[in-house]
């Protein structure tokens, strides 16, 4: 059974449509012990990640998810793979789940040009990622974000896009994935990659 | 490289799909979950919807939303009739990714702050009408009908200021006129902002999109009657635009 995680910062349910669609049983982890139910954990998210931890700390979550990573496969989507890191830096200084070294910083290097990558990009794979098994190279995703992950180590990065410059589009550490890109709202190759995350054997 | 996006626009009203044109004598085009459908075995860029009807309702949107987001693996925008946070929060939960508003930020350029603070400037599209008058590009309230009092220039950079995460112009003059895209105006536009912008009124034929992302660099192309009217689709579309070396979706 697939746990989505729901604390308030996702639209829930394109994700509950993707999983219906390729025939993935899942279901709504609100509270801590709704993990225990689940074989992987899908944590999705919009909005900003000093929020978004936020919540996870009203909820108590954050050390449970931390525990759940250590034995079975995290996938998290936009926000929800930002929050994987070390610390961001949207609205103020933030520790985040620390499950994959390293930060996340605005796209824009001053305030007053604020941009935002937002429309269809090709992802180059730098790994062979079991998410992107049967995926083509230079395949497109859809993207909605302004800040991004800059990875501490190279080789937790499993591709780049190129927006204005060389963009992480996805991280991974053992069977925690993340990916910056909206696999549930990337057409037939969104739904691929996630069949691949459900069907991943660890 | 980020691909130049095609976007279909439905405007919704009494549980149909319509086309007007100058903003009026709307026609019925269909029905919004098989059209969903249609468009997403497209692989359509990304769709909007907005809600024309005059009373307005958030329910009616939020069912048809709830229903239609089923075959809708495609990002989709939601809007008209926005006032509140929590209208926002019921369109995003109802299955919309990102939502459009315009009337409500004209009357209060904070709920733009407040929404964009809460949900992300990448979330909120503000959507504004716009109209030639005496010669000069205006801000248009009321369904086009009573001038704003803001110049689009100061208006455009104020809402970039406020949060906003892009624009969704209309063209009144153009809309459903199928005259093509008023190129000159889309380039006065994007020299206001850096944001990506979604512009439409006037799309005729696929020449048409192919004008407009040959002379702008963040504009997306939003079109209705190019599609609605005729036997035209997106994946036509962009075949016909990646042969003049436009970069767009290759699936």
């Known amino acids: ?202 | 490289m980020l691909k130049k996006r095609i976007i279909p626009t439905f405007l919704f009203r009494n549980n149909r799909l319509v086309k007007g044109v100058n903003f009026s004598n709307y026609r019925d085009i269909g029905e919004p979950k098989s059209n969903i459908k249609i468009f997403n075995s497209q692989n359509t860029d990304e769709i909007i919807f907005i809600n024309i009807d005059k009373k307005k309702n958030i329910d009616s949107l939020c069912a048809i939303l709830k229903d239609a987001s089923k075959y809708c693996f495609m990002p989709l925008t939601a809007g008209g009739g926005i006032r509140s946070l929590s209208d926002i929060k019921r369109l995003l939960v109802s299955g919309a990714d990102k939502v459009s508003i315009n009337s409500k930020i004209l009357e209060d350029i904070n709920f733009l702050k407040k929404s964009s603070t809460e949900f992300g400037c990448q979330c909120i599209i503000v959507g504004i009408d716009v109209k030639k008058i005496n010669g000069k590009y205006r801000v248009m309230k009321n369904y086009g009908k009573t001038i704003y009092k803001t110049s689009l220039e100061d208006y455009i950079k104020i809402c970039k200021d406020y949060g906003a995460g892009e624009f969704f112009i209309n063209n009144i003059d153009r809309d459903g006129t199928r005259n093509g895209y008023n190129l000159n105006l889309a380039k006065k536009i994007e020299s206001f902002t850096d944001l990506p912008i979604i512009f439409t009124g006037g799309a005729n034929n696929f020449n048409d999109l192919y004008q407009l992302f040959n002379c702008t660099k963040n504009t997306a192309a939003g079109c209705m009657s190019l599609f609605c009217f005729g036997d035209n689709s997106p994946i036509r579309a962009r075949s016909y635009l990646r042969n003049r070396n436009i970069n767009v979706k290759q699936k």
């Open chain 1, 1 to 202: 059974m697939i746990g989505i995680l729901d604390y308030g910062a996702g639209n829930i349910r394109s994700l509950r449509n993707a999983l219906l669609k390729i025939k993935q049983k899942n279901f709504i982890v609100k509270v801590k012990k709704d993990l225990d139910k689940c074989s992987k954990l899908i944590i999705p998210g919009v909005g900003s990640y000093f929020r978004a931890i936020t919540k996870l700390k009203k909820k108590k979550l954050i050390h449970s998810i931390k525990e759940f990573a250590k034995k079975k496969p995290v996938l998290g989507i936009c926000l929800g793979m930002q929050i994987l890191s070390k610390f961001g830096f949207e609205e103020k200084k933030t520790n985040g789940l620390n499950l994959i070294d390293g930060k996340v910083i605005s796209l824009y290097p001053h305030p007053s040009e604020r941009f935002s990558h937002v429309g269809w990009n090709e992802i180059q794979f730098k790994t062979n990622s079991k998410i992107f098994k049967n995926i083509k190279k230079s395949s497109e995703f859809y993207f909605l974000h302004s800040f991004h992950f800059v990875a501490k180590s190279k080789k937790n990065v499993s591709s780049y896009a190129i927006f204005k410059k060389k963009i992480v589009s996805s991280v991974e550490k053992g069977y925690i994935y993340g990916v910056q890109f909206h696999p549930e709202k990337s057409h037939e190759t969104g739904l691929k990659l996630l069949d691949n995350f459900c069907k991943i054997k660890c």
